[in-house]
């Protein structure tokens, strides 16, 4: 079983950064693929960027640019860093594992993230 526990949200600026953390237990964290997610209120959850086992990174346009992920093997944790937010990015951020080749995936409990002046 696959613990995920993320950190770091809160209230920021518009224009402001947060990094978010995300804390991966109970399994050999290098071999997944971890993702982050936000869902605004309102709207459905939807990918932001994925960093695979590989070290590859993909990112949602929207946030190209401003947004950074990144992971560290030997602690187990998976980074966003966010820069330059906007009030569209204010949503809960979800952290994901997944191994490749396999049909289950993991879930953290949320972090929430407000940018607002």
């Known amino acids: 079983q696959v613990q995920l526990v993320e950190s770091g949200g809160g209230l920021v600026q518009p224009g402001g950064s947060l990094r978010l953390s995300c804390a991966a237990s109970g399994t050999i964290f290098s071999m997944y693929h971890m993702t982050w997610y936000r869902q605004a209120p309102g709207k459905q959850r939807e990918w932001v960027a994925q960093?695979?086992?590989?070290?590859?990174?993909v990112y949602l346009d929207s946030v190209k640019g401003r947004f950074t992920i990144s992971r560290d093997n030997a602690k187990n944790v998976v980074y966003l860093q966010m820069n330059s937010l906007k009030p569209e990015d204010t949503a809960v951020y979800y952290c994901n594992a997944i191994r490749p080749g396999r049909g289950t995936d993991y879930w953290g409990q949320g972090t929430q993230v407000t940018v607002s002046s």
């Open positions: 960093i695979l086992t590989g070290g590859g990174t």
